[in-house]
Nanobody
Framework: QVQLVESGGGLVQTGASLRLSCTAS????????MGWFRRAPGKEREFVAN????????NYVDSVKGRFTISRGNARNTVDLQMNSLKPEDTAVYYC????????????????????WGRGTQVTVSS
């Protein structure tokens, strides 16, 4: 079992920055990848970014490229999401997820590729 806890959400104005963090606990931690998803009101959960644990390769959804940066945290079992130039359309609940192994069934942007999820943290960007 892996427990994921997100932190760092909040209410900000357009153009501001936030940094989300996710801490994993519960077992010896050496995943394939960790990622962030988000669910905006009335929409499906969507992929935001992920980072591979063995080399640091990253992927981003087009709408956040150049504004968001995902990185492994200073602690071995954390992942951060630095969000700059926030827009109202970034308003959502943000979820941390971990993929223990590479999925041969699901693409990395699919929720099915991830094994454990946090409960989410709210990010609200006012216009």
């Amino acid at each position: 079992q892996v427990q994921l806890v997100e932190s760092g959400g909040g209410l900000v104005q357009t153009g501001a920055s936030l940094r989300l963090s996710c801490t994993a606990s519960g077992r010896t931690f050496s995943p394939y990848a960790m990622g962030w998803f988000r669910r905006a009101p009335g929409k499906e959960r969507e992929f935001v970014a992920n980072v591979r644990w063995d080399g640091g390769g990253t992927n981003y959804v087009d709408s956040v490229k150049g504004r968001f940066t995902i990185s492994r945290g200073n602690a071995r079992n954390t992942v951060d999401l630095q969000m700059n130039s926030l827009k109202p359309e970034d308003t959502a609940v943000y979820y941390c997820a971990v993929a223990l192994y590479y999925s041969t069934t699901y693409y990395y942007t699919a929720t099915g590729a991830y094994d454990y999820w946090g409960r989410g943290t709210q990010v609200t960007v006012s216009s």
